[in-house]
């Protein structure tokens, strides 16, 4: 197994942009010194998450997480050490070195299915844009009967999945991945009239490429073609990826990455249904555009939209399930705290036909058009302020509203909510809160996580703060901090006592981190965003040194517990001095 180079590693490490690498994951916004956003780990409101763009490196208060690039990564998207690393040399275009052979670390399962992936969508790319009769007549659909260009389906990735995979193009799948591993992946099949065979599960389809938030293909999703598509499978219309290790439908959306990218600040992401909708949605310069992946849009897919702190445009499908997969929407959109609006499109009319039609200019007329949570509700199931409706009809159409108006997390908003609709129904405001109270009773908030502090106030962890962000007052440190007035107990000292150790051998805090664990690197990288105090620090400094040995002093007397010898008479003695000088 070959070993990344030291002097290799820090050297990319120094390239590696940490707010970049974080920002595929939140919304990050400068606050003092700092970047902060949301918690990338947990859902919460308060913004307990920081990168310091000095030191690169992360820490999140909710979750307690603390690191650099290459632990966000394991973190996150589950890779090993040496997949972290790779990934981001290939991110920055950083040549790696290795100690030992230049072969890569054998992959881990989860790198084995995005190798597979990433094979994959090239041999589709290389297909669709082949010399081949199939190939030809796959870039008519796309250009004459789906009105895109062949610039496109470049940029998207569009592909081609063979008719017939047997002979020389399954054998190279064969021979490059265990078997296991293909069948793992959701690309490959194993036939019930020959187990020992395997096939591919998308034959003869235009095929999308879906990627994570890193901009990883970790799915597909393949469309029948007239004349390529074996008959008996043109009855799927749609056929995408099953769930897998990478690929879990409920939390991806497509284009996630695009269109984190293309935001601004004040933007809103552009919700549409299908992948489709989406690439025109990009092709007419509506570059935020993002679409659910087979599946309705869950709470998990408007959590991941507000980790980036900004809200949401939703293109409804001027039909029925549109409206309807609209008004499931809303309580996931108010559960996650993220501003929602809705953008209805002509009856029968989806995104991709209306903007071939209207060009990117026509998001203006939906926009004049945009209905706020509670109309969309007050529309869909009081029409007229139910003016008209049977008294038990209204009230169960005021139960599902104000059901809906209960998902929120924040009680302002709740009534902010109910005012809105106490205007939009003519209801008065306080019969609308009793029957909320009665109906939706508020969820309870989760804790706001505290802003970042000043120094530590403890002794052991204001030395170790010291001697981790003073390189001037290191060897001070290591002169008058003596091993044996540390507390091994005491995860602060026997930090303190690790790196003043490794300082001794020539070795820095920096590069001494990479040997602690996970619990003492998120101990350390919590005091390394504690902001910097010039004032009386000598004088804290000394205090602190005092308080390490008096304690130290404390338990040797304790030690001596009620021993009454001479020897023991003559300790205490010395160690009562001790405290005294």
């Not at 008719?163 to 064969?174: A, N, Q, T």
């Not at 108006?405 to 106490?422: C, D, N, T």
Request: proline share 6%.
């Amino acid at each position: 197994m070959p070993w990344i180079s030291k002097t290799s590693l820090r050297a990319l490490m120094e390239r590696v942009d940490m707010a970049e690498v974080a920002g595929a994951y939140v919304s990050l916004r400068r606050c003092g010194s700092m970047l902060r956003g949301l918690s990338p780990f947990n859902e919460e409101r308060t913004p307990s998450f920081f990168v310091n763009p000095v030191r690169n490196i992360f820490k999140c208060y909710s979750s307690g997480h603390g690191g650099n690039a290459i632990d966000l990564l394991r973190l996150k998207e589950g890779m090993t050490f040496v997949e972290a690393v790779e990934f981001l040399a290939k991110k920055y275009n950083f040549p790696l070195e290795f100690e030992k052979s230049s072969g890569l670390a054998e992959e881990s399962p989860r790198g084995l299915l995005l190798a597979i992936h990433e094979r994959a969508a090239t041999l589709f790319r290389e297909t669709f844009f082949g010399p081949t009769a199939q190939a030809h007549s796959a870039r008519l659909y796309w250009t004459q009967k789906r009105k895109f260009t062949l610039d496109c389906a470049e940029r998207c990735g569009i592909g081609l999945a063979p008719s017939d995979w047997r002979g020389e193009i399954l054998e190279k799948f064969l021979r490059a991945y265990p078997r296991k591993a293909l069948l793992d992946s959701g690309l490959f099949l194993r036939p019930q009239a020959h187990p020992d065979r395997i096939m591919p599960r998308f034959r003869g389809r235009l095929t999308l490429p879906i990627e994570d938030g890193l901009g990883r293909v970790i799915a597909f999703s393949g469309r029948a073609l007239a004349g390529i598509t074996h008959p008996i499978e043109t009855e799927t219309k749609y056929l995408n990826s099953p769930e897998t290790a990478i690929f879990h439908k409920s939390s991806v959306l497509f284009g996630l990455a695009r269109a984190r990218q293309a935001l601004q600040e004040g933007a809103s992401f552009l919700l549409t249904e299908g992948p489709l909708d989406c690439i025109r949605c990009w092709e007419c310069g509506l570059s935020t555009a993002v679409a659910a992946q087979g599946t309705a849009i869950t709470a998990l897919h408007m959590a991941t939209l507000h980790r980036y702190g900004h809200g949401v445009e939703c293109l409804l499908d001027g039909d029925r399930p549109g409206r309807a997969a609209a008004l499931r929407l809303i309580p996931h959109a108010l559960r996650a705290g993220i501003a929602v609006q809705f953008l209805p499109l002509p009856d029968g009319m989806d995104p991709d036909e209306f903007f071939l039609r209207e060009g990117g200019d026509g998001i203006r007329s939906l926009r004049e058009r945009a209905l706020s949570p509670v109309e969309l509700l007050v529309e869909a199931h009081l029409p007229n302020g139910g003016a008209n409706f049977p008294l038990g009809k209204r009230q169960v159409a005021l139960r599902q509203i104000l059901t809906s108006i209960g998902a929120a997390q924040s009680r302002s908003v709740e009534w902010e909510l109910l005012e809105e609709l106490s205007r939009k129904t003519a209801i008065p405001l306080d019969a609308l809160r009793l029957d909320h109270l009665r109906w939706s009773p508020m969820e309870s908030l989760a804790n706001s996580i505290p802003p970042v502090g000043g120094p530590p106030v403890r002794s052991g962890d204001y030395l170790l703060w010291l001697f981790l962000c003073r390189p001037e007052l290191r060897s001070t440190l290591a002169e008058q901090v003596l091993p044996e007035w540390l507390d091994e107990s005491a995860v602060e000292d026997r930090l303190l006592n690790y790196f003043i150790g490794e300082f001794g051998n020539g070795v820095g805090p920096e590069e001494a981190q990479e040997s602690l664990g996970d619990e003492d690197r998120n101990h350390v990288h919590g005091l390394l965003f504690l902001a910097s105090d010039e004032e009386n620090l000598s004088d804290k400094l000394e205090q602190c040194l005092n308080g390490l040995h008096r304690r130290y002093v404390t338990r040797q007397l304790m030690a001596l517990g009620n021993d009454d010898s001479e020897e023991a008479s003559r300790r205490r003695t010395e160690l009562r001095q001790s405290i005294s000088r």
